[in-house]
């Protein structure tokens, strides 16, 4: 059935694929509750699916429309070579429903996050708090992602029965949770911090409640800022009491938040066998400015520029000198940069899922010094350990040392050798050498831009992030085509609530269209994301 689905998927566009979510996701083997309870599975089992479905795993062209075909695109990360249904659909604002919904439909399906979370909290709540408390942690890092892409979410009364319709929670009254929550799930691991009745089922830290304290402190540094221009107080409050919590945040790059899943890589497949994904020309203006080390590690080299990075215009249509969008796929797919080798099927490709790196924990730092919260250090000291400890991770130290006092380099135009239609000049000229003497946009661009550059390929935070401060500067799409809804200078902000939800929690989705600041539309900006200065 899969391999069906697949095929499909590739052949026709992806709008003929299935709504069965329950065959899908039905386990084929089926254990008793005494068996399940005999090996602690009964209260552990739940966190594979967990795991595996914040980034779906598989099968990959779910996560295709969960993350690629929108974040990964929206944040200037990569592009799909090929103009999908005939050059009008998400990637350049021609919203298709059926793409959009699934960043919503698997965290709330059999096999997501909201579903499995609840499974551990009636197990596991009063016996092994522990284990509720990583639940807890898990919960917030996905349902993060979700709120940031529509904004209301059903969180709260997620699985309360007797209501006509389930009812939604502002993305502010969200927040408040996800801090609450974190909070909670902190002081119980350090509890029994030494305690290892998780290790059989952690896919990520092997079961050092430890590291999961330090992760779950450094989302809540990450949340803090998200809202730091919606709500100054709480996000002040909230930032400090993670700067000054005594685990810390994540210190270096074995601290990295990796889902060690084991299976191929989505972006694996996308890039090397469907050939659905390459460099994105915003990444191509700002990493090949810079002289990037970490360019050639992120990205291969192009064939139409031989020995150079080449990306493509985000948001292209189907050009004039092409019959078919197969054909100008097959044009572009062919000679344009493909993700580098941790995404190429014979070069011994990563299967894990990166969600958190030690240089973000920096960055995050770096900002809100530069706000001015209490524990947070010097500024320029964490802005550059974050870019050190990003090279670190890709191997390319031996190129710090001229890279990080570099002030000359800035992006450079963006120049398509098959279409000068979508030729742009560059939008930042920021440098890469700390400034102290620039303005806090001048010093916030910087850290936001080396932030983009290392939390690569997270797309989702990278666009929740570009929203939020408006850096990186990113290229527009090539077209836009929501009829008015989207301003292509400030560039899409959300998607749509989906049909899915509309037919099943109508009343809900009533109530959550009031809760936005605007029509239901990829136009409307978040509660943090406010528009104007940051500062």
């Not at 609840?118 to 009636?122: D, N």
């Not at 898990?138 to 996905?142: G, H, I, M, Q």
């Not at 994904?277 to 994105?280: D, E, T």
């Not at 390319?396 to 990080?404: A, Q, R, T």
């Given at each position: 059935?899969k391999?069906?689905?697949?095929?499909?998927?590739?052949?026709?566009?992806?709008f003929?694929?299935?709504?069965d979510f329950?065959?899908?996701n039905t386990?084929?083997?089926?254990?008793?509750?005494q068996?399940?309870?005999a090996d602690f599975f009964?209260i552990?089992?739940p966190f594979q699916p967990?795991?595996?479905n914040?980034?779906r795993?598989?099968p990959?062209w779910?996560t295709?429309?969960?993350h690629?075909?929108?974040?990964?695109?929206f944040c200037?990360?990569?592009?799909p070579?090929r103009?999908?249904a005939?050059?009008v659909?998400t990637?350049?604002?021609?919203f298709?429903?059926f793409?959009?919904r699934w960043a919503w439909?698997?965290?709330y399906s059999?096999?997501?996050v909201?579903t499995n979370a609840?499974?551990?909290?009636?197990r596991a709540?009063?016996?092994?708090?522990?284990?509720?408390?990583i639940?807890?942690i898990?919960?917030?890092?996905?349902m993060?992602?979700?709120?940031?892409?529509?904004?209301?979410?059903?969180y709260?009364?997620?699985?309360v029965?007797?209501?006509?319709?389930?009812?939604?929670?502002s993305q502010e009254?969200?927040?408040?949770q996800?801090?609450?929550?974190l909070?909670?799930a902190?002081?119980t691991?350090?509890t029994?911090?030494t305690?290892?009745q998780?290790?059989?089922?952690?896919l990520?830290?092997d079961?050092?409640?430890?590291?999961?304290?330090?992760?779950?402190?450094?989302?809540?540094l990450r949340?803090a800022l998200?809202?730091?221009?919606?709500?100054p107080?709480?996000?002040?409050?909230?930032g400090?009491?993670?700067?000054a919590?005594s685990s810390g945040?994540?210190e270096?790059?074995?601290?990295?938040?990796?889902?060690?899943?084991?299976a191929t890589?989505?972006?694996t497949?996308?890039?090397?066998?469907?050939?659905d994904?390459?460099?994105?020309a915003?990444?191509?203006?700002?990493?090949?400015?810079y002289d990037?080390?970490?360019?050639k590690?992120?990205?291969?080299?192009?064939?139409i520029?031989?020995?150079?990075l080449?990306?493509?215009?985000?948001g292209?249509?189907?050009l004039?000198?092409y019959s078919?969008?197969?054909e100008q796929?097959d044009?572009?797919n062919t000679t344009f940069?493909?993700?580098g080798d941790?995404?190429?099927?014979?070069?011994s490709?990563?299967?894990d899922?990166q969600?958190?790196?030690a240089?973000e924990?920096?960055?995050?730092?770096?900002?809100?010094?530069?706000?001015?919260?209490?524990?947070?250090?010097d500024?320029?000291?964490?802005?550059?350990?974050?870019?050190t400890?990003s090279?670190a991770?890709?191997e390319?130290?031996?190129?710090?040392?001229?890279?990080?006092i570099?002030?000359?380099?800035?992006?450079i135009?963006?120049v398509?050798?098959?279409n000068?239609?979508s030729n742009?000049a560059?939008?930042?000229?920021i440098?890469?050498?700390?400034?102290g003497?620039a303005?806090?946009?001048?010093q916030l661009?910087?850290?936001?831009?080396?932030k983009?550059?290392?939390?690569?390929?997270?797309?989702?935070?990278?666009?929740s992030?570009?929203?939020r401060?408006?850096y990186p500067k990113l290229f527009p799409?090539?077209?836009?085509n929501s009829?008015?809804?989207?301003?292509?200078?400030i560039q899409v902000?959300r998607?749509?609530?989906?049909?899915?939800?509309r037919?099943?929690?109508?009343?809900?989705?009533?109530?959550?269209?009031t809760?936005l600041?605007g029509p239901?539309?990829g136009?409307t900006?978040?509660?943090?994301?406010?528009a104007?200065g940051n500062?």
């Open positions: 059935m391999k069906t689905i697949i095929t499909a998927f590739v052949a026709l566009l992806v003929s694929c299935t709504d329950e065959a899908l386990d084929p083997n089926g254990v008793t509750d068996q399940t309870e009964h552990g089992g967990m795991f595996l914040i980034y795993y598989d990959a779910h295709q429309l969960q690629n075909l929108n974040a990964d695109t200037g990360y990569m592009t070579p103009p999908f005939s050059g659909n990637t350049n604002y021609g298709i429903d793409w959009d439909d698997i965290p059999e096999l997501g909201m609840e499974i551990v909290k009636e709540e009063k016996d092994f708090p522990l284990m509720y408390a639940a807890k898990l919960r917030v890092e996905a993060h992602r979700v709120t940031d892409v529509y904004g209301p979410i059903v709260s009364q997620f699985g029965s007797g209501a006509s319709f389930v009812s939604y929670d009254e969200v927040y408040y996800f801090f609450t929550e909070e909670e902190m002081a691991l350090s029994d911090v305690n290892r998780f290790v059989e089922f952690d990520v830290y079961g050092e409640f430890s590291q999961w304290i330090k992760f779950a402190n450094t989302l809540r949340l998200r809202i730091s221009k919606a709500d107080a709480k996000a002040k409050l909230e400090e009491k993670s700067l919590h945040l994540l270096s790059n074995k601290d990295n938040f990796l889902i060690k899943g084991g890589h989505p972006l497949i996308f890039n090397s066998s469907w050939d994904v390459r460099m994105n915003s990444m191509e203006s700002i990493l090949v400015g990037d080390p970490r360019g590690v992120l990205f291969e080299d192009s064939k520029v031989p020995g150079q080449k990306g493509i215009r985000g292209l249509p189907v004039p000198a078919t969008e197969i796929r044009a572009y940069s493909r993700l941790a995404y190429i099927s014979d070069r490709p990563t299967t899922i969600l958190m790196t240089a924990a920096y960055f995050l730092k770096a900002e809100a010094a530069l706000r001015g919260w209490t524990g947070a250090g500024v320029q000291t964490n802005y550059e350990k974050g870019i400890t090279f991770q890709h390319v130290s031996g190129e710090l040392s001229d890279y990080i570099d002030n000359t380099s800035t992006a135009d963006y398509d050798p098959l000068a239609t742009i560059a939008v930042s000229n440098t890469i050498a700390w400034d003497g303005t806090n946009e001048e661009e910087r850290i936001i831009t080396q983009w550059i290392a939390m690569f390929p997270d797309g989702q935070e990278a666009w992030e570009f929203r401060t408006g799409p090539a077209v836009n009829g008015g809804t989207v301003d292509s200078n902000r998607l749509p609530f989906p049909s899915s939800e037919s099943a929690n109508p009343q809900g989705v009533e109530q959550a269209r809760l600041s239901d539309n136009g900006r978040l509660w943090w994301d406010i104007g500062f």
